[in-house]
T-cell receptor
Framework: GAGVSQSPSNKVTEKGKDVELRCDPI?????LYWYRQRLGQGLEFLIY????????KSGLPSDRFSAERTGESVSTLTIQRTQQEDSAVYLC?????????????FGEGSWLTVV | TQLLEQSPQFLSIQEGENLTVYCNSS?????LQWYRQEPGEGPVLLVT???GGEVKKLKRLTFQFGDARKDSSLHITAAQPGDTGLYLC????????????WGLGTSLAVNP
């Protein structure tokens, strides 16, 4: 596609439920990133994929968070047993390669509200 | 822990005014990026600065990287309502996009 696409754009879920957030990166981009942006806070790095591998999972806040990428394309971020503090915008981004000279393109985000 | 502090946190001005926002750190960065994020959208890259003292212009926006590569500023001339948004700076010294250090942003509102 022309840009990074994320779905759903908005999700309201009950505490304790599982949610899946989807990201379609720009076609051909090998690097894919997930960030969390909570109200009044900066972008928080969650996980990075190079191809289908996740060499850096250091930002995942707990074992309730997991992510996968298949076909060097679509990625899914899964949050199990959601908690109210998980409420945030989850941003996906991609770049052609992971090096710092490669522009990162962000999706519009998935706004998650846990009630 | 590396931090990027942005100031001011909020800024509300009238159309036509000039403004400067700042991004400061005690750490040295090999490069620094500025993004603008509009409500309901993801951040969009405006510019990357890599050389100490570098100045880049993007229409009415002027970006400067400090000589010591620890700080940066963004100056907007004759602000317009379309400039409204959250301006984020992000520093990199690891050569990899996943290691970007993000500031909290300056939320700018330009009133017609």
């Amino acid at each position: 596609g022309a840009g990074v696409s994320q779905s759903p754009s908005n999700k309201v879920t009950e505490k304790g439920k599982d949610v899946e957030l989807r990201c379609d990166p720009i076609s051909g981009h090998t690097a894919l990133y997930w960030y969390r942006q909570r109200l009044g806070q900066g972008l928080e790095f969650l996980i990075y994929f190079q191809g289908n591998s996740a060499p850096d999972k250091s930002g995942l806040p707990s074992d309730r968070f997991s992510a996968e990428r298949t076909g060097e394309s679509v990625s899914t971020l899964t949050i199990q047993r959601t908690q109210q503090e998980d409420s945030a915008v989850y941003l996906c981004a991609s770049s052609l390669y992971p090096g710092s000279g490669n522009t990162i393109y962000f999706g519009e985000g998935s706004w998650l509200t846990v009630v | 822990t590396q931090l990027l502090e942005q100031s001011p946190q909020f800024l509300s001005i009238q159309e036509g005014e000039n403004l400067t926002v700042y991004c400061n750190s005690s750490s040295v960065f090999s490069s620094l990026q500025w993004y603008r994020q509009e409500p309901g959208e993801g951040p969009v890259l405006l510019v990357t600065v890599v050389t100490g003292g570098e100045v880049k212009k993007l229409k009415r926006l002027t970006f400067q990287f400090g000589d010591a590569r620890k700080d940066s500023s963004l100056h907007i001339t004759a602000a317009q309502p379309g400039d409204t948004g959250l301006y984020l700076c992000a520093g990199n010294n690891a050569g990899n996009n996943r290691k970007l250090i993000w500031g909290l942003g300056t939320s700018l509102a330009v009133n017609p």
